[in-house]
């Protein structure tokens, strides 16, 4: 379902599973791959981020975080929050990092609803979670202007929106 990097190594999601790729500097087979013990595995491609020295995704049940052998859940706190969405929808989760103030930003897609109409953030500087309302990402990412970093997210309507600006979230 995605694919990551994690140091030398390429990360391959699955439905259920997480295997790596380690490179062997050998000409005629290049990669080899190996199964991890982490049993979950990734929901959306999108959802995939790199941080802490790890790797952040979503699974069928919320937030995991993958260290390169096992993933640990960290959504357990929100559980109600994760499975009050519309698990139908979990393929399209996108999300994006915001490194200068340590968050990662999840899209969530409400039950009843086709499109995103959230976002669950998770800081891992205080490993706390936050939920926005009245926001409908279709496509997050991070931007640089002026040394500052700057999250923006396109909505299902084609607007392009600069998020966490200024002393108002509105």
Sequence with gaps: TGLGVLGDRIVI?????????M??????I??????????IGCVSGFSIQNVANGLVFMGEDGIYFFDGNQSEKLSNRINSTIYANNQNKNQNIVSMYQKYKN???FSQCASGQTEASSVVLWDDY??????????????????YSSGAEIPIFGDYDGFIHHADTGSDDY
């Design 126 to 143: 205080n490993n706390a979670f936050s939920v926005y309302e009245g926001m409908n990402p279709s496509v997050m990412c991070t931007a």
């Design 13 to 21: 999601f699955k439905n259920r599973s997480i295997w790596i790729g």
């Design 103 to 105: 968050r990662t930003w």
């Design 23 to 28: 490179f062997t500097g050998d000409v005629d």
């Design 30 to 39: 290049p990669f080899q791959f190996q199964k991890t013990q982490s049993h």
